[in-house]
């Protein structure tokens, strides 16, 4: 599956100096829902392979074993991505996150399709799909506080934050800053403790002045990202904002 992410200058959608926010992935597969085109079936496919593990978390949390819950979502990507399912996206899911969550309640309310499904395309799906890691996310949640479709938007809330930090390592990695990136890692989010900057900053041979500035640089790359990652999900520039204060307030 090319994880192509469209272009990327485009989704910075709130800027007016960036390219037409249109181009988008989820704004192509929106503006397509009723005459569908190869396109945006692409893009479609993309944003479902990046995100889809939110929606294991949802069929798993509604009471289904794992195994049980990699069919119906097999099942599921299977229906989603045939043409006539972006007829799926109307005016009141203009976010993908939205979009996705009723589609599949539509889908596990009519479980008779998911298994008809199944048997249809004999438990493949065109996308790849890493259940082991998609459970091991689930087991870790404490799901017995949250109802399925909280745990929904805090799953998907992560994998939001996960892809821009993995966008993030690559970019670091291509200027040859791997080794310290891993180290800095874990503060793009937390604080540096006080009493760890100077040795941190000895660790990867620098000075706790540049440290700081090495961390806040990376946070805002890492913010400017995010803000990518939720442009592709939304079908207005207008929606990125709101989705981006709909994503912290999920870990309240």
């Not at 272009?7 to 192509?28: E, I, K, L, N, V």
């Not at 299977?78 to 969550?101: H, I, P």
């Not at 004999?122 to 870790?140: K, N, W, Y």
């Amino acid at each position: 599956m090319n994880n192509s992410r469209g272009d990327s200058s485009s989704a910075r959608g709130s800027h007016p100096s960036h390219a037409p926010f249109a181009t988008t992935q989820w704004s192509m597969v929106y503006a397509a829902s009723h005459s569908a085109t190869p396109d945006s079936q692409i893009a479609l496919a993309t944003l479902c392979q990046n995100y889809w593990p939110p929606l294991y978390a949802y069929v798993r949390h509604q009471g289904h074993q794992a195994a049980e819950a990699q069919d119906l979502t097999q099942a599921f990507f299977l229906e989603l991505l045939a043409k006539d399912r972006l007829a799926w996206a109307d005016e009141s899911r203009g976010r993908f996150r939205a979009f996705l969550l009723g589609a599949l309640k539509h889908f596990l309310a009519n479980e008779w399709r998911a298994r008809a499904a199944i048997k249809r395309g004999g438990g493949t799906v065109p996308l790849s799909l890493d259940f082991a890691r998609a459970e091991s996310q689930f087991a870790a949640e404490p799901v017995d506080d949250l109802s399925p479709e909280r745990l929904f938007e805090r799953r998907w809330a992560t994998a939001l934050i996960e892809r821009s930090i993995n966008r993030l390592a690559d970019e670091q990695a291509a200027a040859g800053k791997t080794e310290s990136f891993q180290r800095l890692r874990d503060y793009l989010i937390g604080a540096v403790p006080d009493e760890g900057q100077a040795n941190l900053a000895q660790e990867i041979g620098t000075t706790p002045g540049a440290l700081k500035v090495a961390i806040h640089r990376l946070r805002k790359r890492c913010r400017e990202l995010l803000r990518e990652e939720i442009a592709q999900t939304v079908a207005t520039p207008e929606e990125v904002d709101d989705e981006l204060r709909s994503l912290f307030r999920a870990f309240e």
